[in-house]
Nanobody, 125 residues
Framework: QVQLVESGGGSVQSGGSLRLSCAVS????????MGWFRQAPGKAREGVAE???????TYVDSVKGRFTISQDKAKNTLSLQMNSLKSEDTAMYYC???????????????????WGQGTQVTVSS
């Protein structure tokens, strides 16, 4: 089992920045793909970014150049730095993990088994 706890959400004005963190605990797997997803009211859960154990990253097009995913293995922490935030970034953000052999799977919720409880990000225009 892997436990994930997000923090760092909040309210910010358009153009502002937020940094989300995800504390990872539980069973230690050598090959975890870690990801950030978001879900706005009435919309499907969307993959935002993912990172594998080798540091390879994938982003959804809408956040490229604005968001950066990173991990600190020594601290068992996953982060998402979000800059130039827009109102359309408003959503509940979830940390997720998948046990993999090799690189991350496609950035889609159905490939991820472990989930955090979410942290709300609200961007006002």
């Amino acid at each position: 089992q892997v436990q994930l706890v997000e923090s760092g959400g909040g309210s910010v004005q358009s153009g502002g920045s937020l940094r989300l963190s995800c504390a990872v605990s539980g069973d230690r797997y050598s090959n975890l793909c870690m990801g950030w997803f978001r879900q706005a009211p009435g919309k499907a859960r969307e993959g935002v970014a993912e990172i594998d154990s080798a540091g390879r990253t994938t982003y959804v097009d809408s956040v490229k150049g604005r968001f950066t995913i990173s991990q600190d293995k020594a601290k068992n922490t996953l982060s998402l730095q979000m800059n130039s935030l827009k109102s359309e970034d408003t959503a509940m953000y979830y940390c997720a993990a998948a046990v993999v052999v090799g690189p991350c799977p496609p950035l889609a919720a159905r490939y991820f088994y472990y989930w955090g409880q979410g942290t709300q990000v609200t961007v006002s225009s």
